[in-house]
């Protein structure tokens, strides 16, 4: 985004660079004032698809927005999940809107603001994760990955958040960190 380079020029300057690398083929435009560094397949050749990821944080952050990823990219983020959502979907505090980028789509769903008060942290996503699977579809091997996989820190922070979560996922958050249920 442009405004992420003020602190090295006026906002014309930095427009003009922008636009100078982006005809130099070193940096790709996506839509006005959101540009990325394009990657290659070096086996097949061709440009690969911008990372929706990056780009959703992007647009957050340009718009003054917070986001959470959804429960399905959540548990793919967090390797309890091989599936890999066919949508980008975004939980956020702001509206609710498509952003079409090529032949990809990002998914801002609105919702209230406490259901995203965990953005930042790691606690968001595990919480949208074990919410996916749900009560009746978490099993030990989630549990234990999660265990095995979440820093000192991170348990003491969901530890933390659980009092935010529903008494089912609490007793689960507990599980994981070993806590006492």
Same mark, same amino acid.
């Given at each position: 985004?442009?405004?992420?380079?003020?602190?090295?020029?006026?906002?014309?300057?930095?427009?003009?660079?922008?636009?100078?690398?982006?005809?130099?083929?070193?940096?790709?435009?996506?839509?006005?004032?959101?540009?990325?560094?394009?990657?290659?397949?070096?086996?097949?050749?061709?440009?690969?698809?911008?990372?929706?990821? *990056?780009?959703?944080?992007?647009?957050? $952050?340009?718009?003054?927005?917070?986001? *959470?990823?959804?429960?399905? =990219?959540?548990?793919?983020?967090?390797?309890?999940?091989? *599936?890999?959502?066919? =949508?980008?979907?975004?939980?956020?505090?702001?509206?609710?809107?498509?952003? #079409?980028?090529?032949?990809?789509?990002?998914?801002?769903?609105?919702?209230?603001?406490?259901?995203?008060?965990?953005? #930042?942290?790691?606690?968001?996503?595990?919480?949208?994760?074990? #919410?996916?699977?749900? *009560?009746?579809?978490?099993?030990?091997?989630?549990?234990?990955?999660?265990? $095995?996989?979440?820093?000192?820190?991170? #348990? $003491? =922070?969901?530890?933390?958040?659980?009092?935010?979560?529903?008494?089912?996922?609490?007793?689960?958050?507990? =599980?994981?960190?070993?806590?006492?249920?």
């Amino acid at each position: 985004m442009r405004h992420d380079f003020l602190d090295l020029g006026n906002i014309d300057a930095v427009a003009k660079v922008l636009t100078r690398l982006s005809s130099d083929k070193i940096i790709r435009r996506l839509k006005p004032g959101l540009f990325d560094f394009p990657r290659f397949n070096r086996k097949l050749g061709g440009e690969l698809s911008p990372d929706l990821d *990056q780009l959703a944080k992007a647009i957050a $952050r340009k718009n003054g927005l917070r986001i *959470q990823v959804t429960g399905a =990219q959540a548990a793919n983020l967090l390797g309890l999940s091989t *599936q890999v959502p066919a =949508q980008a979907i975004y939980l956020t505090d702001g509206p609710s809107k498509r952003i #079409k980028i090529g032949n990809r789509e990002i998914v801002f769903r609105h919702v209230e603001p406490r259901r995203i008060r965990m953005s #930042k942290s790691k606690s968001g996503i595990v919480m949208e994760a074990l #919410k996916y699977f749900g *009560q009746d579809g978490l099993n030990n091997k989630i549990i234990d990955t999660l265990r $095995r996989e979440l820093t000192g820190r991170e #348990k $003491r =922070q969901m530890l933390k958040d659980a009092d935010k979560a529903p008494a089912w996922l609490g007793k689960v958050i507990r =599980q994981i960190t070993g806590e006492a249920a």
